[in-house]
């Protein structure tokens, strides 16, 4: 079946397939009631703690399972519009975290911090 080309239907894809031993990685959608720009959604992110963002497309450089073994932090990059929503209220971006480290451990040790 042949389908014709529909400037209405607008898709927002996301797809990586690779063998992890011990790092996640997920690929988020998020809708906001108001505009909001690539910058912008950067700079809260850099100031976030325990987010380092890895976010170049010019030199290929993006999140990966690899870049955050062994590592506390949470990395964040492939952050773009979601040109499936009108009006700039959607935004992409791509996470991977040790699940191990993160995932488990620190997060245990941080929320006893908290506690105490």
Do not use: W, Y
């Amino acid at each position: 079946m042949l389908l014709k080309s529909d400037a209405n239907v607008k898709v927002t894809a996301t797809c990586i397939r690779v063998p992890v031993m011990r790092a996640h990685a997920g690929s988020i959608n998020r809708q906001f009631e108001n505009p909001h720009d690539e910058n912008t959604a950067r700079e809260i992110l850099k100031n976030a703690p325990g987010v380092v963002i890895i976010d170049d497309r010019k030199a290929n450089q993006f999140p990966t399972p690899l870049k955050v073994s062994n590592k506390d932090d949470i990395a964040v990059g492939r952050i773009r519009q979601d040109v499936s929503l009108d009006g700039n209220k959607g935004l992409d971006i791509f996470i991977c975290g040790d699940q191990i480290r993160k995932g488990a451990a620190l997060n245990a040790v941080q929320i006893a911090e908290l506690l105490l």
